[in-house]
């Protein structure tokens, strides 16, 4: 299967980089206390030192926001997912425990202020890209049980004409949440930097870390730019 990032993305910042991980034979489980103690400790740390009129000018945040912006999408009514989390963390509420494989991953995207978005590849058919949608793409919204036309030009990252992700990191679909069955799993960073120390090579470590100690899965890793805009993996 390949996952390809077309150019046009490149044109909205050259120096957008997708961080994809695939896990396999991964292990899920109900949430234990040692997993939602992580999440609570992330979310107390960003509490403590984020404000909420900070949260837009976060490095990353203000970057998936600019690249909405140049792509067309409205970022104040259609936040980045992330942004709308961490507005809800920074005001005093806690993200649901679900199960443990999205409570790690929603802690290390809040450790980390990164877009973190895992994806069951079971409803995974055909080949990944991030792209500008055409007509014939359609989405399925969480919870929902008909799927939705999906106008055309918007920024998407789709398998085929099946919108996984729409408007970019907005909203997720119900096809590929990840559940307790989920075994084996699609991983999207997206970041802007990296490098030792950056946040997204911090995370991709760490989710790297989680799936082979946590979970006793197998990974593999790969960096999608503007250098290397297209992978293959099994």
């Keep these: 299967m390949k996952y390809t990032i077309s150019k046009a ?4 910042n050259p120096e957008i980089k997708f961080g994809i991980l695939i896990g396999h034979n991964i292990k899920n489980s109900e949430t234990t206390a040692e997993d939602e103690e992580r999440l609570r400790n992330a979310e107390d740390k960003m509490r403590r030192e984020i404000k909420a009129e900070q949260l837009r000018d976060l490095h990353n945040i203000a970057l998936y926001r600019d690249v909405m912006v140049k792509s067309g999408i409205n970022p104040n009514k259609y936040p980045p997912s992330v942004e709308a ?4 963390i920074i005001k005093g509420g806690q993200l ?3 199960n443990s494989l999205v409570d790690l991953c929603n ?3 809040v450790e980390n202020a990164l877009s973190l978005g895992g994806h069951d590849m079971r409803d995974i058919h055909d080949d990944l890209e991030v792209r500008f949608s055409r007509k014939g793409d359609v989405f399925l919204p969480f919870g929902a049980q008909e799927y939705e036309d999906v106008p055309e030009n918007e920024l998407v990252f789709t398998s085929g004409n099946t919108v996984q992700t729409l408007k970019w990191v907005w909203r997720q679909s119900e096809l590929g949440k990840l559940t307790l069955d989920s075994c084996d799993v699609f991983f999207q960073l997206v970041g802007f ?3 030792d120390g950056t946040p997204l090579t911090n995370a991709m470590n760490e989710i790297e870390k989680l799936i082979n100690e946590r979970f006793k899965g197998e990974c593999v890793s790969y960096l999608v ?3 290397n805009p297209s992978v293959e993996f099994i």
């Design 96 to 98: 649901p425990a679900i």
């Design 193 to 195: 930097e990296y490098g």
């Design 225 to 227: 730019d503007i250098n």
């Design 85 to 88: 989390m961490f507005k809800r």
């Design 107 to 109: 802690a290390v995207s």
């Design 9 to 12: 993305v490149f044109e909205l």
